[in-house]
T-cell receptor, first 114, second 112 residues
C-alpha cells in the first residue's frame, strides 16, 4: 500500500517569498509522485509529476519538486510566490505504469499575503 | 487534445432520490477511475474499470454502482441519496503509457 503525508494543512507566505509545501510518501515499490493544484470550485490540475526519471522535476507556473528517496520526500517549491498561487495543493502517489490509481494527501491550502 | 468529459457538471437532488453521472474518457484510454471529494476533503477513490471490467474498489457505498460500457464511457449510479453524498465527483482515465491519470472537470452533486 502507498500513502502520502502533507505537513501543514495551511501555509501562508508573502507575495514574492519562497513557497515550500511538504510531502512525504510511503510506498512498498518505487513510487510515481504527483502534485495537483485545485482552485476554488474547480477541478484538479496537474502541476508536475515524478515517474522515476530525473529527480528534480519542473512543472507549470514556476513550480518544481525534488524526489529524495533517502528522505522519502517530494516537496513542492516556487522561488517567488504570486497572488495567483493561492489555492489548494494535493500531493498524490501511485504505483506507476499499469497501476495508475492515485492516493491523495489531505491537501495544503496556500494563502498569499499581499 | 481531447480531454475527459463529465456530465452533468452540476446536479441538484433531493434526499432519497437517484442520480447518474457520466464520464467519457480520452479516446484509446482503457481505464476509468471515479473519485469523490467532499467539502474541504481530499479526493477519495471509489472504483475503477479496466477494459469494461471492475479492476479495483475503494470506499464506494453499497448504494452506489458503476459500470463501463462497450464504448468505454462509464456511469456512476447513486441511489437513496443522503446529504453526505454532496460532493464533487471526478472521473479520470488512463492508459499504461504515461503512467498518470487524466482528470475531468468534475460533477458537483448537491443533495438537499
Amino acid at each position: 500500500a502507498q500513502s502520502v503525508t502533507q505537513l501543514g494543512s495551511h501555509v501562508s507566505v508573502s507575495e514574492g517569498a519562497l513557497v515550500l509545501l511538504r510531502c512525504n510518501y510511503s510506498s512498498s515499490v518505487p513510487p510515481y509522485l504527483f502534485w495537483y493544484v485545485q482552485y476554488p470550485n474547480q477541478g484538479l490540475q496537474l502541476l508536475l509529476k515524478y515517474t522515476s526519471a530525473a529527480t528534480l522535476v519542473k512543472g507549470i507556473n514556476g513550480f518544481e519538486a525534488e524526489f529524495k528517496k533517502s528522505e522519502t520526500s517530494f516537496h513542492l517549491t516556487k522561488p517567488s510566490a504570486h497572488m495567483s498561487d493561492a489555492a489548494e495543493y494535493f500531493c498524490a502517489v501511485s504505483l506507476g505504469r499499469g497501476n495508475e490509481k492515485l492516493t491523495f494527501g489531505t491537501g495544503t491550502r496556500l494563502t498569499i499575503i499581499p | 487534445a481531447a480531454g475527459v468529459i463529465q456530465s452533468p457538471r452540476h446536479l441538484i437532488k433531493e434526499k432519497r432520490e437517484t442520480a447518474t453521472l457520466k464520464c467519457y474518457p480520452i479516446p484509446r484510454h482503457d481505464t476509468v477511475y471515479w473519485y469523490q471529494q467532499g467539502p474541504g476533503q481530499d479526493p477519495q477513490f471509489l472504483i475503477s474499470f479496466y477494459e469494461k471490467m471492475q479492476s479495483d474498489k475503494g470506499s464506494i457505498p453499497d448504494r452506489f454502482s458503476a459500470q463501463q460500457f462497450s464504448d468505454y464511457h462509464s456511469e456512476l449510479n447513486m441511489s437513496s441519496l443522503e446529504l453526505g453524498d454532496s460532493a464533487l465527483y471526478f472521473c479520470a482515465s488512463s492508459w499504461a503509457g504515461p503512467g498518470e491519470l487524466f482528470f475531468g472537470e468534475g460533477s458537483r452533486l448537491t443533495v438537499l
